[in-house]
C-alpha cells in the first residue's frame, strides 16, 4: 500500500459491509482508483481480520497482481469505462438478491430509490462461467448505472468516491427490504412492478 489513509478508509468501509449485514464474514469485495493503480482487497480474505498491509496494489492496465479479489478484472474494467469513478463495492446483501432472483430489473418503491435510481439492472451470468464473463458484463451494466445486481450474486456499486459507492450500496439494500415488506404485507405493489 502507497498511501495509508485510503487503505484505511477501504479497510474500514469493507468491514461495514460486514457489520450491517451486507457480507458475510469473508465475500464481496471492494477498490478504489490511486492515479494509474488500483487497491484492492485481497482474495479470500475476511472483513473481520482484514489490515491494510493485506490490500493490493495493482496497475490500472494490465492483468491484476497475485492475490487480488478473483473479481479484480472486474473492477479494472470498470474503472477503464468509467474515468469519473475511483470506487467500486461488491457486496451480497441478502433482500437485493432475493427480490431480483427473477432476473427482472429492481424498480424501487420508495421515494430514496426512486430519487436515485428509477431502476437498477440485473445482469444473469451463468454460473459456470462467472469469472469470464463478468468483467464485460458487470462494466457494461456500470457504463450507464452506478450500481447493477447479478442475479442470484449480488450488487455492485460504484461512485465518484468510496462514500458515495458505499451510499448506493446501502441505499439498494434498503430499497430491495421495504420491496420485500411490501410483498410479505399481502400489497401486490412489488408484484406489479417488479414480477409481472
Ligand atoms: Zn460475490
Redesign the pocket.
Same mark, same amino acid.
Given at each position: 500500500m502507497s498511501d495509508v489513509d485510503d487503505g484505511d478508509d477501504l479497510v474500514r468501509y469493507y468491514r461495514w459491509l460486514r457489520s450491517h449485514g451486507l457480507n458475510d464474514s469473508h465475500? +464481496?469485495n471492494a477498490s478504489i482508483r490511486v492515479a494509474d493503480r488500483m487497491v484492492i482487497t485481497p482474495t479470500g480474505c475476511c472483513a473481520d481480520t482484514l489490515t491494510p498491509t493485506n490490500l493490493v496494489d495493482t496497475a490500472l492496465e494490465g492483468p491484476p497482481a497475485g492475490g487480488a479479489s478473483l473479481?479484480a478484472a472486474l473492477h479494472l474494467a470498470v474503472y477503464r469505462t468509467r474515468p469519473d469513478v475511483n470506487a467500486v463495492i &461488491?457486496s &451480497?446483501g441478502p433482500h437485493a438478491i432475493a427480490v431480483t432472483l427473477s432476473g427482472r430489473d429492481l424498480v424501487p418503491l420508495d421515494f430514496e430509490g426512486q430519487y436515485y435510481f428509477k431502476r437498477v439492472p440485473v445482469v444473469n451470468i451463468p454460473y459456470e462461467i462467472y469469472v469470464d464473463d463478468s468483467p464485460v458484463a458487470v462494466a457494461g451494466a456500470l457504463a450507464k448505472s452506478n450500481v447493477a445486481i447479478v442475479r442470484g &450474486? +449480488?450488487l455492485y456499486a460504484c461512485g465518484e468516491t468510496l462514500d458515495l459507492a458505499y451510499k448506493w450500496t446501502c441505499s439498494v439494500e434498503s430499497s430491495a427490504r421495504i420491496s420485500w415488506l411490501n410483498n410479505l404485507s399481502g400489497d401486490k405493489t412489488h408484484r406489479e412492478l417488479n414480477w409481472l
Open positions: 465475500s +464481496g473479481d &461488491h &451480497h &450474486h +449480488g
